[in-house]
């Protein structure tokens, strides 16, 4: 099953407003990362957390980490109509699985401008 | 920094016929690969993965199977195709295991 789930699905917002996604997983993490998905492309890396880290800072974007409720969000502040995509955490549990992703089912998110 | 090459962009195939999915690598050497799958509207589910030339890890059982036949190429093939092999195969690489760098992605249709 997958590790990672995302809320809301979907979300739809104004040119300027933030946007918050959320992540929740179930197992211990050895990190957590936030991937972006443009409509029939590839996935780009945007930031990740260590499982000792709370927070974390990257131009637009801040990613929060709460261990003990396995639960992360991302917040992407003044959006814009190019931040329009889909959104995927990804959780690395480590040990011999390091390196190997499970993604959860992504956000997508549409900024109208 | 890494590029990933990954072609077709689409592919439209019979069912029962044979697939041959071709990635490469530049700029690195020496990377983890991967090949996930991803059904429409929904996350990524990982197929196989790589740490070296014929080190080939299966994640799922399925109809396919992947081969590294060199060091920053991996390809995905299967003999026969199911209508459930239709989705998005994109290509992944990583020499940090803490970033993936994913590649344009093929877009497979079984019919």
């Known amino acids: 099953s997958q590790q990672g789930e995302e809320d809301p699905q979907a979300l739809s917002i104004q040119e300027g407003e933030n946007a918050t996604m959320n992540c929740s997983y179930k197992t211990s993490i050895n990190n957590l990362q936030w991937y972006r998905q443009n409509s029939g492309r590839g996935l780009v890396h945007l930031i990740l957390?260590?499982?000792?880290?709370r927070e974390k800072h990257s131009g637009r974007l801040r990613v929060t980490l709460d261990t003990s409720k396995k639960s992360s969000s991302l917040l992407i502040t003044a959006s814009r109509a190019a931040d329009t995509a889909s959104y995927f955490c990804?959780?690395?549990?480590?040990?011999?699985?390091?390196?190997?992703?499970?993604f959860g089912q992504g956000t997508i998110l549409t900024v109208h401008p | 920094s890494q590029t990933i090459h990954q072609w077709p962009a689409t592919l439209v195939q019979p069912v029962g016929s044979p697939l041959s999915l071709e990635c490469t690598v530049e700029g690195t050497s020496n990377p983890n690969l991967y090949w996930y799958r991803q059904a429409a509207g929904r996350g990524l589910q990982l197929l196989f993965y790589s740490v070296g030339i014929g080190q080939i890890s299966s994640e799922v059982p399925q109809n396919l199977s992947a081969s590294r036949p060199q060091d920053r190429q991996f390809i995905l093939s299967s003999k026969k195709l199911l209508l459930s092999d239709s989705g998005f195969y994109l290509c992944?690489?990583?020499?940090?295991?803490?970033?993936?760098?994913f590649g344009s992605g093929t877009q497979l249709s079984v019919l």
């Open positions: 992944a690489c990583t020499t940090t295991r803490e970033k993936l760098f």
């Open positions: 957390i260590r499982s000792n880290e």
């Open positions: 990804a959780t690395d549990v480590g040990g011999t699985s390091y390196g190997k992703l499970t």
